[in-house]
């Protein structure tokens, strides 16, 4: 919902006039008292449980009585009145949104022997008032207000295409909570929330009518900041509103917001998997949030929340080189919460000369031994930590296409979203750094649920990092072998059981699949860095988690605009040449389908992709984007293309 993630997209793009990207400033101590009084902002995450009964008819009649639960998170903003006595009046709005899971945004679901029906909840939000009572930096609170939930029902006779209807229930909501002012601008709180919903009732044209109930439990926690406005006793110009008052802990922010289009095309014919040769539109928006924090010397913890909502192109299907590396594997009409990373780390130095580590997402700004050995264990992506690359790297800042900014061939650990469960080790010296880690791998190909059969099944990776000087100028290059220990399907296989009927899932069971990626960096003046990848896997089994590809070499420039007089803006040239193994083009020949590819038939040639881009800063904190892709013998295949694709990026952070 657009609007409604337009309070993180307001606040995460127009930072204080004048503030440096990823700026960390350090405040003065604690006030004896908190001062309650005036106007906030803030996130929330927590655990949400519903309830519903359904009931659907057509005329048949079938019910539903449905649990869902999972993880949730939204923002909030409101504001405080605290009287002499200690009594605090407040009024809150706020809006959480459902992780992309199911079995958290599924309300309810029936079927007949004619027709099914299916609800899911987009959005919940709330006006309320608070009242409570104020102890120094402690709130107790009671809650209470109007609630309204954003719902779409989905009905499929037999036969018949899908009808969707949007709905918004009204009701109430109560609840409690303890809030704690722990810096002069930030408290933090643990809350409860019911929210009691209307009967909602909805009818399709095919006759179909289905009605529903809806009650919900929510367990939050939630992080608030002050806003001083001008003429405040408080207000200080020169502080930002991400000032965290604090040397023990960060907050940074992006979003992203990528639109993406191209003309019609050539086509001879298309399939399940295909890029459709009409033109199209579609468009993806993230925003993200950091909170970083020392936990003891050398201990630290990050958690990265983040809201993702759009769709890829042809949702995310039709080409192996993706266009759009924001356009997860999954999509969301509205915005999903995702708790993207939850990883603790652990450093320990061995003395000697130390160097700067700066401020950033994933790093907290400190001074490290150059010698040391760093440990990381939790939730967060496989390419946080391998893979580096100065110039092709991040799909919010540099090149869009999936071949590009990662090495095409490293089907590496993955959710739906990217994300994954696993350990690593890093030992750093001043000319190399060697890293290895362990990963949970999903239980099928393009899942979200890993297999935790912890040392049977995961995915291992080893990745030796040299640095050297070229010319005089710095350079590195990484090495990473990597092993895949999962359940997968075998092409060739199943091309030898023509009575599978080309379904690649009977065949799968624990297999092994392996590869390596060369990936370098160079710099060639101040302004001007080359970087190249070249990325190789068996190609006998199915994707798991990242795309269609088994052979790739990429490369390409990056400038910056100094010598035009534009320091901060970026030209971006790039390319990639993606190829699949024989048994992978014999599947897809005989109209097999892939995660991303899959026409229906193949005439095979090897997939070519070019990129440019400009990044023009409009000023530290936003970049606006324009990007150009020429996709040429898309998903392998040339009787289809070629493709022109068009892209706008608008990015900011703090």
């Known amino acids: 919902m657009r609007t409604a ?15 440096a990207a990823d700026l960390v400033l350090k405040a003065p101590a604690l006030k004896a008292v908190y001062d309650w009084t005036g106007l906030y902002i803030g996130m929330h995450t927590g655990f949400t449980r519903g309830t519903s009964s359904a009931t659907l008819a057509d005329p048949t009649v079938a019910t539903d ?11 909030q903003a409101g504001y405080n009145w605290r009287l002499s006595s200690g009594v605090l009046l407040g009024v809150e ?39 409570g009572y104020t102890s120094g930096n402690w709130l107790l609170y009671a809650t209470g207000g109007l609630a309204f939930a954003g719902e779409r029902f989905l009905s499929t006779p037999i036969n018949d295409v899908e009808d969707r209807r949007l709905h918004t229930r009204l009701g109430w909501a109560a609840g409690a909570g303890l809030e704690y002012g722990f810096a002069p601008h930030w408290t933090a709180r643990l809350e409860y929330l019911y929210q009691g919903f209307d009967r909602a009732a909805v009818s399709f044209p095919s006759g179909v009518n289905y009605a529903s109930t809806l ?49 019609s095309f050539p086509a001879l014919y298309s399939g399940p998997n295909s890029l459709s040769p009409s033109r199209q539109a579609k468009a993806t928006w993230s925003n993200s949030l950091f909170l970083n924090a020392r936990l003891w010397d050398g201990g630290e913890v990050y958690y990265n929340p983040e809201l993702l909502q759009g769709f890829g192109l042809n949702d995310t299907v039709g080409a192996a080189g993706f266009p759009n590396g924001e356009a997860q594997k999954s999509n969301f009409p509205y915005p999903h919460y995702n708790a993207s990373r939850l990883f603790v780390r652990q450093t320990f130095g061995f003395g000697g000369e130390q160097e700067e580590l700066a401020s950033g997402q994933l790093q907290l700004a400190q001074k490290a031994d150059v010698s040391r050995l ?17 110039y092709a790297k991040d799909t919010r800042r540099d090149f869009m296409n999936w071949s590009i900014w990662a090495p095409g061939a490293f089907d590496y650990s993955a959710d739906r979203v990217g994300l994954t469960y696993g350990v690593t080790a890093e030992l750093n010296q001043r000319q190399w750094a060697l890293r290895g880690g362990y990963f949970l791998m999903v239980a099928e190909s393009n899942g979200n649920h890993f297999d935790t059969r912890v040392g049977e099944r995961g995915q291992y990776l080893l990745e030796l990092e040299t640095r050297f000087s070229l010319f005089g100028r710095p350079g590195k290059l990484r090495t990473i072998g990597w092993l ?15 009575g599978l009927n080309l379904d690649i899932a009977r ?3 624990g297999r092994l699949k392996y590869g390596y990626v060369l990936n370098v960096e160079q710099a060639i003046t101040d302004d001007v860095g080359l970087f190249g990848r070249w990325s190789w896997n068996d190609g006998r089994t199915e994707t798991l988690a990242f795309t269609d590809i088994h052979r790739s070499l990429s490369g390409g420039l990056s400038i910056r605009g100094a010598a035009w007089g534009r320091s901060d803006d970026v030209i971006g040239i790039g390319g990639a040449i993606n190829a699949i193994s024989r048994d992978y083009r014999d599947f897809l020949a005989a109209g097999g389908l892939g995660v991303l590819v899959g026409d229906g038939a193949l005439n095979y040639r090897k997939e070519r992709i070019l990129e440019t881009y400009y990044a023009y800063a409009l000023n530290k904190n936003l970049t606006l984007t324009g990007d150009y892709q020429l996709i040429v013998n898309p998903a392998y295949n040339a009787d289809r293309g070629p493709v022109s694709v068009f892209s706008g990026r608008l990015h900011g952070e703090f």
């Open 484 to 498: 895949d220990s999962a359940n997968m399907g075998s092409f060739r296989e199943t091309l030898d059981n023509p």
């Open 5 to 19: 993630a337009a309070i993180a997209w307001g606040a995460l793009a127009f930072p204080a006039a004048g503030q």
């Open 93 to 131: 709005g706020d809006i959480s949104f459902p992780n992309y899971l199911p079995s958290n945004h599924v309300v309810s679901s029936a079927a007949t022997g004619l027709s099914s029906a299916e609800e899911r909840w987009d959005y919940v939000a709330s006006l309320r008032a608070r009242l």
């Open 65 to 75: 009585n449905h649990v869902f639960n999972g993880m949730t998170g939204g923002v």
């Open 374 to 390: 760093t440990l990381q264990a939790g939730k967060f992506a496989v390419v946080d930590v391998f893979d580096g690359n100065a």
């Open 215 to 263: 009650d919900m439990h929510a367990i939050r926690l939630g992080l608030n900041r002050k806003v001083d406005w001008p003429g405040l006793p408080s207000y200080n110009p020169k502080s930002s509103l991400f000032d965290t008052e604090s040397d023990r802990w960060e907050i940074h922010g992006q979003s992203t917001y990528l639109p993406q289009g191209y003309p």
């Open 507 to 509: 065949t799968r069971r």
